[in-house]
């Protein structure tokens, strides 16, 4: 498949932290079906973040989307997605990370969080 396993470099943490942050804020605010802790087949979750991400069926399956696009950009370093020629979000996908990314990025404004507001995506 072409992903490299575990060894991440700080820039990619940074933005599956930031993914997996902007996700379960979402999922926690807006949905309220069953929950699990989200698991990832290329990496411990907890080690990158400490804690465990609580999202549900839907957040999870564009969470490893997401995550899998990014650990998959073929560019180093990788460019702000709005400029990248080539857009790894399509469709359904896309409409709903950028949902999800005004949201929790609202979100965290409302509560000072400016430090993690997103470089990632537009
Ligand atoms: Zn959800």
Request: proline letters at 27%.
């Given at each position: 498949m072409g992903l490299k396993k575990a060894n991440f470099s700080e820039k990619e943490k940074d933005d599956i932290r930031t993914l997996m942050k902007f996700v379960g804020i979402y999922c926690r605010e807006n949905h309220n079906g069953e929950k699990t802790p989200f698991s990832f087949k290329l990496f411990d979750v907890k080690e990158i973040e400490k804690e465990e991400i609580f999202v549900c069926a839907d957040c999870s399956r564009l969470l490893t989307y997401g995550l899998t696009m990014r650990l998959k950009?073929?560019?180093?370093?990788?460019?702000m997605c709005k400029k990248c020629?080539?857009?790894?979000y399509h469709g359904e996908y896309k409409s709903k990370i950028r949902e999800v990314m005004k949201f929790s990025g609202m979100h965290m404004i409302k509560r000072g969080r400016l430090d993690l507001l997103y470089h990632y995506f537009a």
């Open positions: 950009c073929p560019h180093d370093p990788k460019p020629d080539n857009q790894c």
